[in-house]
């Protein structure tokens, strides 16, 4: 339980405290401008769970850059999200990759392009080829989950290690579970 509370000018500091003890965190706010409805105390309060929230997701490695990766693509609309975040992430790294070639001194090759070593493409996958990606590997995730009852990596992860090292799906999961 978490406890926010606002003390005033007016005392109850000994109350305050009292609850504040009795939590497994707690904010204790002074001179909060109050309002007959609460709604400043519960503003402060969604806040500080949205970064409780959000430490526990960077903390869980579920989050990369600003982007929450872990997404169980379910449906249609969740798959086209996680693909959407692939692109994302992979047009990323080759922007890194760009400006560290500019940086050296060194002509850039192709252009946008990427080398995915040991899949056989040179260039960025196509969203169909990541639609394939992202169903199978989210449909591995849940047969492991059923058979082994061992959870594995979100399906984005796996398939940007697959990406990044040309891997299998397993040899992808074996290196993440490390």
């Not at 806040?47 to 929230?53: A, P, T």
């Not at 903390?59 to 798959?79: C, E, H, Q, T, Y």
């Not at 040309?166 to 490390?178: H, N």
Request: charge should be neutral; glycine fraction near 12%.
């Amino acid at each position: 339980m978490i406890a926010v509370t606002a003390e005033g000018k007016d005392g109850g500091g000994e109350e305050v405290r009292q609850l504040a003890s009795q939590c497994h965190g707690s904010v204790i706010v002074d001179n909060l401008a109050g309002d007959s409805l609460g709604l400043v105390t519960s503003l402060v309060l969604k806040k500080i769970l949205n970064l409780v929230s959000n430490g526990a997701m960077i903390g869980a490695g579920k989050v990369v850059g600003n982007i929450m990766i872990d997404v169980s693509p379910a449906n249609n609309k969740l798959i086209d999200r996680s693909i959407r975040i692939i692109q994302e992430l992979l047009r990323r790294e080759e922007g890194k990759k760009d400006d560290k070639i500019k940086t050296e001194g060194e002509e850039k090759d192709g252009g946008g392009v990427m080398m995915l070593s040991g899949l056989g493409v040179s260039s960025f996958p196509s969203y169909g080829e990541l639609y394939e990606l992202v169903t199978r590997v989210f449909s591995l995730k849940k047969l492991w989950v059923n058979q082994h009852g061992v959870s594995i990596p979100s399906p984005i992860r796996v398939i940007l290690e697959m990406l990044r090292g040309g891997r299998t799906v397993q040899e992808a999961i074996d290196k993440l579970q490390r």
